[in-house]
T-cell receptor, first 112, second 114 residues
Framework: SQQGEEDPQALSIQEGENATMNCSYK?????LQWYRQNSGRGLVHLIL?????REKHSGRLRVTLDTSKKSSSLLITASRAADTASYFC????????????FGQGTRLTINP | ETGVTQTPRHLVMGMTNKKSLKCEQH?????MYWYKQSAKKPLELMFV???????ENNSVPSRFSPECPNSSHLFLHLHTLQPEDSALYLC?????????????FGEGSRLTVL
């Protein structure tokens, strides 16, 4: 079964608004990562949060982790058109033969 | 040179063709990965190499054949593919396989099988 699941699958907001994406997972993890992918391109690492951390910031990004609920959220503040992309969470729980398991992603569209 | 370079970026092949995808990393990493990304499906890990040894093989059909001649280069040899193999193939590298840190991805090779 899939480890990480993002919610919502798609999100469309106006430029300047904040965007929040959620990720839920099923088993215990060591860390959780967020990646970004522009259409048809490779994934770019955004942030890694360890299981003993609750919140982490990087520029306009804020990631929270709630291990009791097995969930994480990615907040992008003051969104820009250039933030339009797909965002994926990835967890390191061993699931079958996979070391790092990715969710299906949230497609974020920022309207100018 | 960017960190992880993939060639070609686009490839169209017939079901009877033989082609190869190439990946090169300039980061001094010890682990390299092939992922498959199909529409509306999660990223699927295909192969992992650590220090040039294959350490993961996720029941990938034999029509996909990986090769890792050294720690900087990774190939994916393709032969007698099916139309459902059309996808974006992503190469990634990481410092080590045993420590699940950040993955560095290439831009991907978009494969279309006719």
């Amino acid at each position: 079964s899939q480890q990480g699941e993002e919610d919502p699958q798609a999100l469309s907001i106006q430029e300047g608004e904040n965007a929040t994406m959620n990720c839920s997972y099923k088993t215990s993890i060591n860390n959780l990562q967020w990646y970004r992918q522009n259409s048809g391109r490779g994934l770019v690492h955004l942030i890694l949060i360890r299981s003993n951390e609750r919140e982490k910031h990087s520029g306009r990004l804020r990631v929270t982790l709630d291990t009791s609920k097995k969930s994480s959220s990615l907040l992008i503040t003051a969104s820009r058109a250039a933030d339009t992309a797909s965002y994926f969470c990835a967890t390191d729980a061993v699931q079958g033969a996979q070391k790092l398991v990715f969710g299906q992603g949230t497609r974020l569209t920022i309207n100018p | 040179e960017t960190g992880v370079t993939q060639t070609p970026r686009h490839l169209v092949m017939g079901m009877t063709n033989k082609k190869s995808l190439k990946c090169e990393q300039h980061l001094g990493h010890n682990a390299m990965y092939w992922y498959k990304q199909s529409a509306k499906k999660p990223l699927e890990l295909m192969f992992v190499y650590s220090l040039e040894e294959r350490v993961e093989n996720n029941s990938v059909p034999s029509r996909f054949s990986p090769e890792c001649p050294n720690s900087s280069h990774l190939f994916l040899h393709l032969h007698t593919l099916q139309p459902e193999d059309s996808a974006l193939y992503l190469c990634a590298s990481s410092q080590d396989f045993s420590n699940t840190g950040e993955l560095f991805f290439g831009e991907g090779s978009r494969l279309t099988v006719l």
